[in-house]
Every structure is written in structure tokens, then in C-alpha cells.
């Protein structure tokens, strides 16, 4: 099945534990289907990791609604990280 649209997302980390804590989180969230695949990766740049995330969609309608979904869900991680902070 071909995936013609796309989007990538960064999201920087202040180092790659965190960032691979969120990808463990993030990854339990399948999308329903094969319309939509994500794939996720660390990059190091500089002094941060940077979370990679690819998603790739059949149809623009599919792909609008997983990036509003994964940024839901990247919120709730996010918070849960700065409340649970052992460093605050």
C-alpha cells in the first residue's frame, strides 16, 4: 500500500534518556490499520536528542488526524516527565 503523504516532527530532548523514555511511551500507540505507519528515531545534534517521528498516510484526512493524535499524546507524556521529574 502506497503512503504518498508524509510528515516528520521533531521533538528535542535535553538528553537521550528522556527522549528514549517517550519513545517507549509513544510507541504502545498503534495506529489502527495500515493506512498510517509511524516510525520513530534519536538523532544527536549538539547538546540534545532530538525524537524523529515519521508518519507516513494513504490519504491527507488519515494523516492530519495521527499528527493531531500523536501531539494528544505527546502533551500527556510530557507532562507526566515534568511532574515526575526527580530533578524538580
Known amino acids: 500500500m502506497s503512503h504518498p503523504y508524509a510528515a516528520r516532527i521533531d521533538l528535542t530532548f535535553p538528553d537521550n534518556e528522556l527522549a528514549e523514555k517517550a519513545i517507549q511511551v509513544l510507541q504502545v500507540d498503534k495506529e489502527p490499520g495500515d493506512r498510517v ?37 505527546v502533551q500527556v507524556v510530557l507532562k507526566t516527565m515534568q511532574e515526575f521529574d526527580p530533578a524538580s
Open 37 to 73: 505507519v509511524k516510525a520513530f528515531s534519536i538523532v544527536q545534534e549538539e547538546s540534545v536528542a532530538v525524537l524523529r517521528v515519521e508518519l507516513k498516510a494513504t490519504e491527507a484526512k488519515m494523516l492530519r488526524v495521527a499528527v493531531s493524535s500523536f501531539y494528544d499524546f
